[in-house]
């Protein structure tokens, strides 16, 4: 009981503290350009003794303009070398803060790229997750005329729990994130000590389960991507059973796979509960359907997690279960920066976030080199984006380009449209045309063939979503029997692809052929709506509806 209590505390500061961060996103909304210049001047000031910051001449910048002339636009590579040395325990090179740990990400290449966490850069995060989703949920409830009853989370996403040889965290930004939670996690959250469970201890997501279906008060769950919601109840039908069987014995059944250690630690906190687990079976034995959620956990509020562009169909799987319950989708960001978050639920546009960091945008399309402040946008406009963090990187080019689908006052509102290179990114793998490429180029070396026309696309009529590789027979070869030898290129093309595989995200690849000659066809209509044969491009993937139509209908 007195758990609970602790837990019910934990809970109304979360939303507190969420409501206040909804508060300063209306504030900012009235005057976006200068609380976003003020910030810029925050980090100049800071930072202008780093060895960065002497290079570049911070000590003299006064304007925007000051910034654009001493300031290059750059990209990983120019940090490179720098984050090497961090790594290294170096200290005010790129940022005079101290360095709290590194959000490792697979880059296009996939390449290892190590991005630094500041605790200012960490602080959007906190501010902007969690604690804005709950107080959404909250509000919603109590303009409803309901009350707010607070109730621990369910975390979706696994830990990895890796470092760098000198001890400092290196994972992914959400778990660095979420770390600054840490000794709070059992009143928040549905674990049982202060660490998330770990990708490498075994299931993992029979841990998750395990410990959520027990807590009968669970009130939001939290994912990265809906993507992983929608793999992690493809587990839960597939083993439910097993799971409450466990919480009415008070056991962890012999089969589930977890490390020895962990398998005894979590043994000390569990106990028979066989009227909840007789209530969940009762509930499951009724069936997936939109009533689910809300009858094993009642007091559901909030499902967050990222449900745009190609998380689109995974988000409207999720809503199916969900009846009674809003859905946030949360926030759009990277490893380098968090960038804007939704304001109201239910709703994919979202609010630039101008705490977070100093933003210049370049008109998509244009090639004359003007760049942009938040006052210059406008509603269509489509915008590659800049930023400058709080953790070291200046005129950063994220390559992502966005679209102003309107202003809350005078904010940018803002959608992801697409990664620059980037095909797809079921998961999180971002899986780009580069990556696609060289699959398709170790297969043919591989094989002795040439495998000329073809392309990818995702398959969200499967549940988890998978790739689809459609190829025209020119050599006599059937890919179609080489699945695991091809999705052993796209993992050494892409390193995020096979985790993801393996964690249930994707499901396994799909090759189908097309029909001869469709590569062709697709040239010969475009060429008679008057492009010239120099314009037309290979198409690799299906990137809109015209694309879709022709190609799809042309499977073997």
Same mark, same amino acid.
């Given at each position: ?9 934990? /809970?109304?500061?979360?939303? %507190? ?75 005010? =090179? ?15 290449? *996939? ?57 400092? #965290? ?8 979420? @770390? ?27 841990? #998750?389960? @395990? ?21 992690? =109840? ?6 439910? @059973? !097993?799971?409450?069987?466990? #919480? ?9 796979? /977890? ?50 562009? %190609? ?15 809003? !859905?946030?989708? %949360? ?18 546009? /979202?609010?630039? !976030? ?23 946008? =406008? ?10 963090? $709080?953790? *070291? ?64 696309? $995702?398959?969200?009529? =499967? ?17 179609? +029997? ?8 796209? +993992? $050494? ?64």
């Amino acid at each position: 009981m007195f758990r609970k209590l602790l837990s019910s505390s934990a /809970m109304r500061i979360m939303v %507190s503290k969420g409501r206040a961060s909804l508060r300063h996103m209306e504030k900012a909304s009235f005057d976006p350009e200068a609380e976003n210049l003020k910030l810029l001047k925050k980090i100049i000031d800071e930072n202008k003794n780093t060895e960065y910051g002497r290079l570049h001449n911070f000590g003299d910048i006064k304007s925007p303009e000051d910034f654009r002339r001493n300031v290059p636009v750059s990209g990983y590579e120019d940090y490179a070398p720098y984050i090497e040395r961090i790594k290294n325990g170096e200290k005010n =090179v790129l940022v005079s803060s101290p360095i709290l740990g590194f959000s490792r990400t697979s880059g296009s290449s *996939g390449v290892p790229k190590y991005i630094p966490a500041t605790a200012a850069s960490l602080d959007a995060y906190v501010k902007y997750t969690w604690t804005r989703a709950l107080a959404l949920g909250a509000e919603h409830i109590e303009k409803q005329g309901g009350k707010y009853k607070p109730g621990r989370g369910i975390f979706l996403s696994p830990a990895t729990n890796e470092c760098l040889p000198n001890g400092m #965290i290196c994972s992914n930004i959400a778990e660095i994130g979420a @770390r600054q939670y840490g000794r709070f996690y059992p009143f928040i959250l549905t674990v049982p000590g202060a660490n998330l469970f770990d990708v490498h201890d075994g299931d993992y997501v029979y841990n #998750i389960y @395990r410990f959520a279906l027990q807590d009968e008060d669970a009130s939001f769950i939290f994912s990265v991507f809906f993507s992983i919601n929608v793999s992690q =109840v493809a587990y839960l039908k597939n083993n439910w @059973r !097993l799971i409450v069987d466990d #919480i009415e014995k008070g056991t962890i059944d012999e089969s589930v796979k /977890m490390k020895p250690e962990l398998r005894a630690y979590l043994e000390k906190r569990i106990k028979p509960m066989p009227e909840r687990a007789r209530y969940l079976r009762e509930q499951f034995e009724k069936g997936f359907d939109g009533t689910l959620f809300k009858r094993i956990w009642p007091n559901m509020t909030v499902i967050s997690g990222i449900g745009n562009a %190609s998380f689109k169909p995974s988000a409207d799987y999720i809503r199916s279960l969900s009846d009674g319950i809003s !859905l946030d989708f %949360s926030i759009y960001g990277a490893s380098e920066a968090l960038v804007a978050a939704c304001y109201e639920l239910g709703n994919t546009d /979202m609010q630039l !976030l101008t705490d977070s960091c100093y933003y210049e945008f370049i008109p998509y399309g244009d090639e004359s080199g003007e760049v942009l402040g938040i006052g210059d946008l =406008v509603e269509g406009g489509k915008y590659e984006i800049l930023i400058t963090n $709080q953790a *070291g990187l200046y005129r950063y080019r994220l390559k992502d380009v966005l679209e102003v689908k309107g202003f809350r006052n005078k904010c940018p509102l803002i959608s992801f449209v697409f990664r620059k290179g980037q095909m797809f990114n079921i998961a999180g793998e971002k899986f780009s045309e580069e990556d696609a490429r060289n699959t398709i180029e170790m297969i043919s070396k591989a094989h002795g063939v040439t495998v000329e026309n073809w392309l990818f696309y $995702q398959d969200d009529s =499967v549940l988890p979503n998978r790739y689809v590789l459609l190829y025209e027979d020119e050599n006599g070869i059937d890919l179609g +029997g080489y699945i695991d030898e091809i999705e052993d290129y796209m +993992g $050494q093309c892409n390193k995020r692809y096979p985790s993801q595989r393996e964690k249930g995200f994707i499901s396994r690849l799909a090759v189908k052929k097309q029909q001869p000659g469709t590569h062709k066809l697709w040239a010969e209509k475009c060429i008679s709506r008057g492009a010239s044969a120099a314009q037309i491009k290979p198409v690799h993937s299906l990137d809109n509806e015209e694309k879709k139509e022709f190609f799809l209908k042309r499977i073997q």
